[in-house]
């Protein structure tokens, strides 16, 4: 009782599971996001297409059995998106089966007109994404269409994807020919694909952005998420030989080869900046 007088009660969903609380939405998302509409010199070459990897699983089942209602997160997800989309490149969206795309809509930013406009244009291959099995039969010897892989971020990262042996496929041929891998809060939790089949860890030695576990382990007080997580993200990373360029969930961006990362859904906007900047000088010698 004392928690929903306080709003830090987690919200029950109609299917049982629990979104945040209304203290952890107003502490964690917003109306109106940063986002900086930048005029790129567009690129006009090839390759022209960022291959999208969206989840489409929504519940997580926390430690006390609790589900909480999430998805990837839309800022994190668009706001990279629009910088691309505005440096001339475009998408293909998938999900690991081909199922809708699941957004966590509790923090979608209302008042954002540029986020809403590109929702809108999107809504359609977000309802009806291609299958990431369905790339890899047809797609994949067509490297030279693509410039990079886009993972958003989102607990929903998390559900699936980095036990998905294609996941691991796909980063494996994105590294092989030279494409960009750009991830962002919890979606580098997909970079744990390429420990299956007792194959060496592709990003040993890299240094990353990501989402803290520290952060994570004190959402719960707040009614953020509705328990303790089901395992971690950046201890996994960590232990695998990943260093480590944040401690908050700040808006850290970093690259490192052919990765670039982002801590939180504060980075989205200075991800997408470094996203575009680095294809365009990578692609067509382009300067902003």
Not at 14 to 32: N, Q
């Amino acid at each position: 009782m004392l928690k929903k007088l306080f709003g830090i009660a987690p919200k029950q969903e109609a299917d049982g599971s629990y979104s945040p609380s209304k203290l952890a939405l107003k502490l964690a998302t917003v109306d109106k996001t940063d986002f900086e509409n930048v005029t790129y010199q567009k690129y006009n070459g090839s390759p022209k297409k960022i291959l999208v990897i969206f989840t489409e699983q929504k519940n997580m089942t926390m430690q006390n059995g609790k589900m909480f209602s999430t998805g990837n997160h839309p800022v994190e997800a668009i706001l990279p998106m629009l910088h691309l989309k505005n440096a001339g490149f475009d998408f293909e969206i998938v999900t690991p089966t081909g199922k809708p795309v699941v957004l966590e809509m509790w923090a979608f930013p209302e008042k954002d007109e540029y986020v809403k406009a590109f929702y809108e244009e999107y809504k359609q291959q977000f309802e009806a994404p291609g299958s990431l099995q369905h790339f890899l039969e047809a797609s994949l010897q067509n490297s030279d269409e693509y410039a990079a892989v886009f993972i958003p971020g989102g607990h929903g990262a998390m559900l699936g994807i980095p036990d998905d042996h294609n996941v691991d496929k796909l980063l494996r041929w994105a590294d092989s020919n030279d494409l960009f891998t750009i991830t962002l809060c919890h979606g580098p939790a997909a970079l744990l694909a390429t420990t299956l089949d007792e194959q060496p860890f592709l990003y040993e030695g890299y240094k990353l952005a990501v989402f803290p576990d520290s952060v994570d382990e004190m959402t719960p007080k707040v009614g953020y998420l509705p328990g303790k997580m089901p395992s971690s993200v950046s201890g996994k990373l960590e232990g695998l030989g990943m260093t480590l360029m944040n401690t908050k969930s700040d808006n850290t961006v970093c690259r490192d080869r052919l990765l670039l990362t982002g801590a939180s859904p504060l980075a989205a906007n200075e991800l997408g900046k470094l996203a575009a900047k680095t294809l365009l000088d990578t692609y067509n010698d382009v300067d902003i």
